[in-house]
């Protein structure tokens, strides 16, 4: 088993790009070339935990251009010979099998990854929810045949568990559906706000029920957007509600 | 990770007639806009395991969140 991976189904599909952008973190099994003293593996492993530069690998599924990722920590957990485990805490798109052969190259007897698994992606962790595939098969089928919704929430979750990170803004019904049309934000809408929004970030737009409206570009900063009684809050860049969920309470021109 | 407060700027109430708490959602809704956080198996890739979920749930379309160590491509 190679760990987390979070399967959105249908409408949730929406999410995949905040996911994407979302933290990881990877637990390690790396191949040493060489003999190293244990203290030296410890001593680099510390040194990789900044901001790196990748290029990505030959076969990989973006543009092959040098980038920046930040490592958030690597934690060693234990080494047997040239065999290092650790946990590496990271990025979204880190490339962890370059992390490797560039400890490696640190080290100077080169290394490679041997084995590798996600614990977490995201608000996903290894701990909470985890299933197989057969886990999935086995409830899925006993929910057919016995129709106890229980039995589908062992396997599946609320797209918004995939947005528990992100930063929300709260906002009135009669704001809803004009933001499932597209339309942006605007301060007489928000009802509440998490701290720590800055302009130019990814917010997501929720109803008091708790459901997931949209993700967007937040305009302004949390302590901004308190004070502010007009004026664009948040630019919509994905919309998740389908339209004509709650009732339509703006006004169209004629057309 | 970061500790976040939530900040009131308006008192307002949700109407219980539209929309719906993600935890009370119909099973139909419930799957549409679901999430399943799977143990990938080892050998098949991202993209095929994710295509046997489609099958198995019977839903039209799937995705993934970030490609997992498919052999070659990492």
Redesign the interface.
């Known amino acids: 088993m190679t760990g987390v991976l979070p399967i959105t189904l249908e409408e949730s599909r929406k999410i995949v790009q905040a996911l994407l952008l979302s933290g990881k973190e990877y637990v390690c099994v790396m191949k040493l070339h060489g003999d190293v003293p244990e203290a030296r593996v410890k001593e680099v492993l510390k040194e990789f935990e900044d901001t790196i530069y990748q290029r990505p690998p030959l076969r990989a599924s973006v543009k092959r251009q040098l980038r920046t990722r930040k490592i958030y920590y690597i934690d060693f957990l234990e080494m047997e010979g040239r065999n290092v485990l650790f946990k590496v805490g990271c990025e979204g798109g880190t490339y962890i099998r370059k992390l490797c052969y560039d400890i490696g190259e640190v080290l100077g007897c080169g290394a490679h990854m041997q084995e590798l698994r996600r614990t977490r992606a995201g608000p996903f962790i290894e701990e909470e929810g985890l299933v197989t595939l057969h886990d999935v098969a086995y409830w899925f089928m006993e929910w057919r045949e016995k129709g106890n919704a229980s039995m589908l929430k062992k396997v599946i979750q609320p797209m918004e568990k995939a947005l528990q990170l992100v930063p929300k803004i709260y906002i009135r019904d009669s704001a809803v559906d004009a933001i499932c049309h597209g339309a942006s934000l605007t301060a007489p809408g928000v009802l509440s706000l998490e701290s720590g929004i800055t302009a130019g970030a990814m917010v997501a737009i929720f109803t008091l029920k708790g459901e997931a409206v949209a993700l967007a570009e937040a305009q302004a900063s949390t302590e901004e957007i308190l004070s502010m009684e007009h004026g664009v809050v948040a630019r919509v860049k994905r919309v998740l509600m389908p339209r004509g969920t709650y009732p339509k309470c703006w006004k169209s021109g004629e057309l | ?2 500790e ?12 219980p007639k ?6 009370q ?1 119909p ?1 139909k809704d ?13 050998g098949p890739t ?1 993209h095929e ?2 295509a ?2 489609k099958r ?2 019977g ?11 498919d052999l ?3």
Do not use: Q
């Open positions: 990770m970061i976040r407060r939530l900040l009131v700027k308006a008192e307002d109430e949700t109407d539209y929309g719906c708490k993600p935890e959602r099973p419930y799957i549409r806009f679901g999430v399943i956080n799977l143990d990938k198996p080892a991202s395991v994710a046997w979920v198995i749930i839903v039209e379309n799937v995705g993934h969140g970030g490609t997992l160590e070659w491509s990492v």
